[in-house]
């Protein structure tokens, strides 16, 4: 587990505090499986501008960590706050779970 915040957007504040002035959220990422091995960590934070979706903190983890990740994300499913997702569109609040679930095989 990692506590850096990751912030998107050049000159964004590093703090862990999201919401910082009512600017920004940071949302929890957890990595799973081949998602955990293409970023090469379990969880980070993200900062992102209040309002963001989901499909805007899946940009913000393709642009951290290359095209690795990309191709997991474009298969993956999402967890926010423990609920599953289809439609990126959902708006992330300050502090939300985000787990990122790319697709198992086995039996």
Request: net charge negative; glycine share 14%.
């Amino acid at each position: 587990m990692t506590n850096d915040v990751y912030s998107p957007e050049p000159g964004a504040s590093r703090a862990p505090s999201g919401d910082e002035g009512g600017t920004g959220l940071v949302v929890r990422v957890r990595y799973f499986a081949g998602a955990r091995a293409a970023a090469g960590t379990a969880e980070e934070s993200v900062q992102l501008p209040v309002g963001s979706t989901v499909h805007d903190a899946v940009a913000a983890m393709r642009a951290r960590h290359g095209e690795g990740l990309s191709r997991v994300l474009a298969a993956s499913s999402f967890l926010v706050d423990g609920v599953a997702v289809r439609d990126r569109s959902v708006v992330l609040s300050d502090g939300s779970g985000l787990d990122v679930l790319p697709p198992f095989a086995g039996g």
